[in-house]
T-cell receptor
Framework: EAGVVQSPRYKIIEKKQPVAFWCNPI?????LYWYRQNLGQGPELLIR????????DSQLPKDRFSAERLKGVDSTLKIQPAELGDSAVYLC????????????FGPGTRLLVL | AQSVTQPDIHITVSEGASLELRCNYS??????LFWYVQSPGQGLQLLLK??????LVQGIKGFEAEFKRSQSSFNLRKPSVHWSDAAEYFC????????????FGGGTRLMVKP
């Protein structure tokens, strides 16, 4: 069974440029998560989807970040415009449901903003 | 609000020695507790989880963890460390009344001496 797929794996951009990350969750997993992991820290949740509905986006900086999961399967996270402080690893995870279901993580996208 | 503290940022042990990684959590109800491992450039892999029942939980790769409610702890242990165990370890807490939102600790980086 394929795991969570993310692309690209690495991205280098200049500040003020836009950037997008893509995630394909494990087949059959209704819940999808985007996390940001700063260097030397644990992941922090940005947004959680139940199917195509964003049910928890309280930590998403909505002035520059947006996300979508149009058909309830794959998802895109966008930053526009990027700032230096956005440099981090962006992790996608999925689970079959909520209530303590195990979250399975993708390899992440490492973003460097210059 | 839920929180996780991993007091040790770095730990170095000799190969074959025993290991204990500390984790303390704050949560208002019965928590779901997880340990994940992250190797360089990789996503997070679940080692083990506690939902209920037996407070000593067995995981993959020979790891175990013990839930101690009175101490709000969920320490990870391994009787004999292998060089391949060198990685970063994250403790996380979640629960039913927070959906499936996980809060991660800052991580403990394990180094293994030959």
């Amino acid at each position: 069974e394929a795991g969570v797929v993310q692309s690209p794996r690495y991205k280098i951009i200049e500040k003020k440029q836009p950037v997008a990350f893509w995630c394909n969750p494990i087949s059959g997993h209704n819940t999808l998560y985007w996390y940001r992991q700063n260097l030397g820290q644990g992941p922090e949740l940005l947004i959680r989807y139940e199917n195509e509905e964003a049910v928890d986006d309280s930590q998403l900086p909505k002035d520059r970040f947006s996300a979508e999961r149009l058909k309830g399967v794959d998802s895109t996270l966008k930053i526009q415009p990027a700032e230096l402080g956005d440099s981090a690893v962006y992790l996608c995870a999925s689970s079959q449901g909520q209530g303590g279901e195990t979250q399975y993580f993708g390899p992440g996208t490492r973003l460097l903003v210059l | 609000a839920q929180s996780v503290t991993q007091p040790d940022i770095h730990i170095t042990v000799s190969e074959g020695a025993s290991l204990e990684l500390r984790c303390n959590y704050s949560y208002g109800a019965t928590p779901y507790l997880f340990w994940y491992v992250q190797s360089p450039g990789q996503g997070l892999q679940l080692l083990l989880k506690y939902f209920s029942g037996d407070t000593l939980v067995q995981g993959i790769k020979g790891f175990e963890a013990e839930f101690k409610r009175s101490q709000s702890s969920f320490n990870l242990r391994k009787p004999s460390v292998h060089w391949s165990d060198a990685a970063e370890y994250f403790c996380a807490v979640g629960g039913g009344n927070a959906g499936n939102m996980l809060t991660f600790g800052g991580g403990t980086r394990l180094m293994v001496k030959p």
